[in-house]
């Protein structure tokens, strides 16, 4: 796959790899840690997720700067490994749960995922930007596109194992300690220290029949012991993170020299007759057309990473846990449905780029913002699938009511898998495809900042993310999914609007 593509791909791809590992370790579990860990209910945890995916992909925008102006994109890269590994550090450092001291306890939760957040800003633009100049020699121009869906691969292939070592890490651990994994105990514990679990409720009575099964005697300290032994194991697991920075810092380092530096890339662009300088109105036209596609990818990310939030907490609390014994634990929780995305991108990426190829060679491929449109169709159609197998589903207040759903009243896990299924198209058509798009368009003066744009405005999308759990929490679900239908839709149809202005920028 790698075959006429230049050196530094591979280095690139594979310091990028670690550091996706990490973050996916991390990103799996953190909104159910959140809620576990604080005892969170409504949006507290979705917002403090929200923000915090916000400020990785907004910060790109201040790392792409500083690069820019330093012309250090490659220490700024290193500095981005070095700060998200003392963030993780910060989350792993196991603190007592339930949270006695929740200011300091929260600050310092806080404070190591700014850490990430910040090294991710200065880590993932800038690294894009040196993969888009590998591209710039004509002899790879033309597997620009291409190049950049396999960087996506590697990314994923990463990302593919995280969610498992991130279970099999707290699973692990709660079995040590004599318990076994339930996805309802955490909430009905913290329910019940707080004394909100009324006499004779649904909620109640599930509660000490589960806690019964795992051999409680006293609830009290049942409920205090499990939530102490149930989050420790998420601080092991983000302990995880810390080796695969590691990993990706030596792989960074060992390659640097090899890669190429976009402070050398000089303010030119090719022509029929040559050489020649970029000219003010070009730059502009450029700048317009990169932040247009900026605004339209918005809807994509809002609704795309809901896979971290509403659609974990769906896997969490409607949908039956897969479960997979490997003889020394059993692989079960909700975030084991986030292995299925990446391993779709990890395998159809292949078929995707083979389409395209196809397609090529019969001169009917589209132009890539044509394929971004066509990507945000599918992801519609993903949407609509949820909305068609939610109805019929108690909305979140009556399960609450409830105290979870028995195995019998969960929906299967192939309507989840199905959905990730067809949003890993969707992505295929968007993601990769637009960071090309913006390494192609961008002015040379601007490419770590164009870079970090398009990353700031997928943190716009993820910002709001906390929206979709107000939805999730108040509408019935079916009607969560259409509205995310719904902001597909438009952006599909105003991208669509502009394909032919943007196709002639873009030549």
Known sequence: MLKNHPKGLLAASLANMGERFGFYVMIAILLLFL????????????????????????LSLVGGRIADKTKKYKPTIMAGLIL????????????????????????????????????????????????????????????????????????NVGAMFSPIIAVMVRNLWVQAQGFSFNADLPSLCHRWIAGT??????????????????????????????????????????????????????????????????????????????????????????LYALFAVFGVVFFFWFSFQQSGAVLTLFANEYTQMLKVNLGFTTLEGAEVFQTFNPLFVVFLTPVVIGLFGWLKARGKEPSTPRKIAIGMGVAALAFFVMALGSIGLPDAAERTAMGGLDHAMRVTPFLLIGTYFILTIAELFISPLGISFVSKVSPPQYQGLMQGCWLTAAGLGNFLLFFGVMLYQNLPLWGTWIVFVAALTLSMTIMLSMVRWLEKVAK
């Open 197 to 286: 679990l009324e006499a004779g409720s649904e909620a109640l009575i599930r509660f000490e029949n589960l806690a019964a099964a795992q051999g409680a005697t006293d609830l009290t300290v049942f409920a205090n012991k499990y939530l102490n032994v149930f989050t420790t194991g998420y601080h092991y697991a983000f302990g995880v993170a810390i080796f695969a920075m590691l990993t990706s810092l030596v792989i960074f380092q060992i390659n640097r020299k090899g890669l190429p530096d976009p402070a050398a890339k000089k303010e030119v662009k090719l022509d029929g007759a040559g050489i020649t300088e970029m000219d003010i109105k070009e730059v502009k036209q450029r």
């Open 84 to 155: 998200m590994t003392v963030g993780y550090l910060l989350l792993a450092i196991p603190t007592e749960t339930p949270v006695q001291n929740m200011s300091l306890v929260l600050t310092i939760t806080c404070f190591g995922l700014f850490s990430i957040a910040f090294g991710n800003g200065l880590f993932k633009g800038n690294l894009q930007a040196v993969v888009g100049q590998l591209y710039d020699d004509p002899k790879y121009a033309d597997k620009r596109d291409s190049g950049f869906q396999l960087f996506y691969m590697f990314i």
């Open 35 to 58: 809620n576990n860990k604080f005892g969170f209910t409504g949006t507290q945890g979705a917002i403090i997720y929200s923000v915090f995916y916000a400020l990785i992909y907004g």
